[in-house]
């Protein structure tokens, strides 16, 4: 196996290189995402069971302190609307602009990959042909002294390079697209909590605005009526 990068030249050792880019990227991804998974799995959804009944201190308590992207999202979008004098419009903005800076964390170095996927199979046709060439010229070279035995080599030499170039672009392609498919999971869920917290903070004022006209109705309705007294003449 050596033997055969190292007759693939340069090449060879470019898709090489490559391929250990591709690795790097794809094990900072995998901890990445392993690494900002909710603790404990269950702690959104715990968090949104505490807001539904008001009990925003408790959902703070879930959601604080966790690197996941969709509990310091939450905790951002609590923390705004119950202390911040902003209104609504103003706060929704703020959140929704650091959702995009958080899906854009979950999509880092994706484009790298995508980038290598694409690339390595025309490095690996751009070897090919080079060998070719180098192969046919030595058989000019040769003249009528041509041994078949020098043109196969070179022959094989020359595909070695597209086989490692798809050896490094199927792998990396299927690992792009893997992440790719996470990143896209996450944001959804993202947009989705998000949602969740505003119509949550609706539903309660909403509450709270029919149970104060209730109770100022219920008021209104016990007072006293002025009597009228007629004096008779």
């Known amino acids: 196996m050596i033997d055969l990068l190292v007759n693939g030249g340069v090449v060879v050792w470019l898709l090489i290189s490559l391929s250990v880019v591709a690795?790097?990227?794809g094990v900072f991804k995998a901890w990445q995402f392993y690494s900002t998974r909710p603790r404990p799995a269950d702690a959104i959804e715990q968090a949104f069971g505490f807001l539904q009944h008001g009990?925003?201190?408790q959902a703070l308590l879930l959601v604080n302190g966790?690197?996941?992207?969709?509990?310091?999202?939450?905790?951002s979008t609590v923390q705004l609307i119950d202390k911040s004098s902003l209104a609504l419009d103003d706060i929704k903005d703020e959140i929704y602009r650091?959702?995009?800076l958080a899906?854009?964390?979950?999509?880092?170095?994706?484009?790298?990959?995508e980038v290598i996927a694409t690339l390595a199979p025309l490095m690996g046709l751009f070897g090919t042909v080079i060998g070719m060439i180098e192969a046919f010229k030595a058989m000019e070279s040769a003249g009528a002294q041509v041994n078949p035995a020098v043109l196969s080599g070179g022959?094989?030499?020359?595909?070695l390079t597209t086989a490692v170039g798809?050896?490094?672009?199927?792998?990396?392609?299927?690992?792009?697209?893997?992440?790719?498919?996470k990143a896209e999971v996450e944001a959804q869920a993202i947009q989705n909590d998000l949602q969740r917290v505003f119509t949550i903070y609706a539903s309660a004022n909403s509450l709270a605005m029919s149970s104060n006209n209730t109770s100022s109705s219920k008021q209104s309705s016990t007072k006293p009526k002025p009597t009228s007294h007629q004096g008779a003449e």
């Open 155 to 159: 022959i094989w030499q020359a595909l």
């Open 55 to 57: 009990k925003h201190a």
């Open 166 to 181: 798809l050896a490094v672009a199927i792998p990396v392609s299927m690992l792009n697209s893997y992440f790719e498919r």
């Open 103 to 113: 899906i854009a964390q979950l999509n880092s170095y994706l484009r790298v990959l």
């Open 98 to 100: 650091q959702a995009q």
């Open 66 to 75: 966790q690197r996941n992207y969709r509990a310091a999202l939450i905790s």
């Open 23 to 25: 690795l790097t990227v």
